[in-house]
């Protein structure tokens, strides 16, 4: 089978070199010459800036926005079921707006499959097959669950409805968010009161206050934090703020999660 990772990003590039890794025939697709010439130079390989006569079996849209992977959506639909009968299953890694993530049922038909896949764990984990992949959606198969947990993933959830994976992610980049302003703040408040703000964030980094943000925090990419962060909030509402001031607020705050954890289980 052939797959075509469609956008030549860095969690594009990382996801199309990992599968060639591990015995798949891909085939990289990306409008900017730049990421085809990286491509190239990865792979001795020329890669495509479109999809047209391709033949191809599996497609990964790790495109930027809704609106492009929209696009390639409707492209791929196009071709479905057109080549020799084959199937064609399309794997949506982009993040989505999660208005549009659970409309995704209406791409599939006869031939054509789509899988809800936003992943967490950036580049690096991507590379390394290490990945943790929500798979969402009702068109998903055994043999994509399979597949996905051959190539890509450590971890792998599954949602029966679409839309469901993309709030998990969302909530997931979230957290990280809240996560790295609250060592951003700690640090300046290190400074505030006199302590080197690279000793105490190592001090974080191998305590109790330690996590992945924080290990990684030179190298985030803050603005997609923030924009899941604002397609959370577009569909939850405003989020909390987080008030460490007051103990008893914190405390509550604490005993909630526990809550819902332990009806959860229940």
């Known amino acids: ?36 010439a990286e491509w190239q130079q990865a792979t001795g390989r020329q ?8 033949a191809i079996d599996r497609a990964l849209v790790c495109v930027r926005t809704t609106l492009q992977a929209d696009h390639v959506l409707g492209e791929l639909q196009a071709r479905g079921g057109l080549a020799g009968g084959m199937e064609l299953a ?14 995704l049922a209406a791409y599939g038909r ?16 991507a590379r390394a097959g290490e990945l943790t992949v929500l798979i969402g959606g009702d068109q998903a198969a055994a043999g994509d669950v399979e597949f996905v947990e051959r190539t890509l993933a450590r971890r792998t959830f599954t949602f029966p409805r679409f839309g469901e994976a993309t709030i998990a992610k969302l909530l997931n980049n979230t957290a990280a968010a809240y996560n790295a302003a609250a060592f951003a703040t700690c640090l ?29 925090f030179e190298a985030l990419i803050g603005d997609l934090l923030a924009k899941d962060a604002g397609l959370l909030a577009a569909e939850a509402g405003r989020l909390p703020a987080v008030e460490l001031s007051d103990p008893a607020q914190l405390l509550a705050t604490l005993a909630q999660g526990v809550r819902f954890l332990a009806d959860r289980h229940e």
């Open 47 to 54: 890669a495509a800036d479109g999809l047209g006569g391709l």
């Open 188 to 216: 300046a408040l290190a400074g505030r009161v006199g302590l080197p703000a690279d000793v105490c964030a190592e001090v974080i980094r191998v305590s109790s206050g330690g996590s992945w943000v924080a290990d990684n």
């Open 110 to 125: 006869d031939g054509f499959r789509v899988i809800e896949l936003p992943v967490s764990g950036g580049r690096a984990a």
């Open 90 to 103: 399309a794997y949506v890694v982009t993040t989505l707006d999660p208005a549009f993530a659970r409309r």
């Open 1 to 36: 089978m052939t797959t075509a990772v469609i956008g030549l990003g860095d969690l594009g590039l990382a996801c199309a070199l990992r599968l060639r890794d591990v015995g798949c025939e891909v085939v990289g697709v990306d409008l900017s010459a730049e990421r085809r």
